[in-house]
């Protein structure tokens, strides 16, 4: 098994500065660095983590907090985890998925103050967060993936809400789709000021005033029995209704039921847009599902960084970015149908 002496050898330095590149404890050049690592990777060193820690009285570890929720860790989410865990990999650091309960501080104080992790990665992040209230006021090193509303100072990597709805709504439109509903998360989701679904919807409303559209909004629970009653709901309220954005992933399939058991197909006489969800999930249905898809790789791999250059004291010229999703266009939405045909066949209930 190589060790941090047969490193040094390979790489021509001393044995101390391999130390200084693993540990971070003082800086070494960019070339010098490369040299090391590159060694690293042909010897098949393995920096023992402990021994790592205790010498830079610093464990290299960082946490993602990912809260309990209705939703629990979808496709998506996972996505996030994924490119964040090969990001903390890639820079020498472990990365740990830490599951709790939302309103769970002193869990989250205990972590802290246990010297088990260097740092923070805060998903799921709400308009008024006592989490990130605590970390500031306790200058915990952390980075955010979402924002909440007091992020001055703070770093974060978020998905831009506003043009990811407006490339949504306008691709319906164009297709000539009048009446659109936004089939948002929980109600209950909304209230608590979660960042995704407040922001989405005052977007939606917002751009469908704009383009003088009919925008209606509907909270649907995460689950598919839910979309499947919020479809009807929203057919028997708005007989004109052509086309859905769901933000609600997990609803979909109850969607797509309660369309096919009106005898109708998808995109012809009806169009479902989903956004900020991951391309394996708007592939594996059927149809495969026009997506604002996040780019989940980019914006996982940005909040780590964000902390890891926190931690190393690196100057960030831009600690906060909004990325919009990306529209892929797939089978999902066609041209607004003609509703008196459209109705042939309807749902006795």
Not at 25 to 45: C, V
Not at 181 to 204: D, I, K, L
Not at 243 to 261: D, T
Not at 268 to 291: H, N, Q, R
């Amino acid at each position: 098994m190589p060790t941090m002496t047969d490193v040094a050898k390979r790489a021509g330095v001393a044995l101390s500065t391999v130390s200084y590149a693993l540990n971070g404890t003082r800086p070494i050049s960019d070339e010098t660095r490369q040299r090391i690592f590159d060694a690293i990777e042909e010897l098949g060193y393995k920096p023992h983590a402990l021994a790592r820690g205790l010498a830079s009285k610093r464990s290299r570890i960082i946490a993602l907090l990912f809260p309990n929720s209705e939703r629990g860790l979808g496709f998506t989410e996972f996505e996030f985890v994924t490119s964040a865990a090969n990001a903390a990999k890639e820079n020498q650091y472990s990365l740990v998925l830490w599951s709790y309960d939302m309103h769970d501080l002193p869990e989250l104080l205990q972590l802290t103050q246990q010297g088990l992790v260097d740092g923070v990665v805060v998903m799921e992040v709400h308009q008024h967060d006592k989490r990130i209230a605590m970390l500031r006021e306790m200058g915990f090193p952390f980075s955010m993936i979402g924002r909440s509303d007091d992020a001055d100072g703070m770093g974060y990597v978020d998905i831009d809400f506003h043009q990811t709805m407006q490339d949504a709504i306008d691709h319906l439109a164009g297709l000539g789709h009048h009446t659109i509903a936004f089939v948002n998360q929980s109600e209950s989701a909304f209230s608590a000021g979660y960042g995704p679904v407040v922001r989405s919807q005052v977007a939606f409303e917002r751009i469908t005033q704009e383009r003088g559209l009919d925008g209606i909004t509907q909270f649907c629970r995460t689950a598919p029995n839910a979309g499947y009653n919020a479809f009807n709901a929203l057919i028997e309220a708005h007989p004109d209704l052509t086309a859905i954005i769901s933000l609600n992933e997990r609803a979909v399939p109850g969607i797509l039921q309660a369309v096919a058991e009106r005898g109708w197909s998808v995109p012809d006489d009806f169009s479902l847009v989903v956004v900020v969800s991951a391309a394996g999930m708007a592939e594996m249905i059927i149809p495969p599902l026009t997506a604002l898809e996040p780019l989940t790789n980019d914006m996982g791999r940005r909040g780590v960084e964000l902390l890891i250059h926190q931690l190393e004291g690196r100057a960030e010229a831009d600690p906060q970015a909004l990325i919009p999703c990306r529209l892929v266009v797939r089978s999902s939405t066609g041209p607004s149908p003609l509703i008196p045909a459209r109705q042939r066949v309807t749902v006795s209930r």
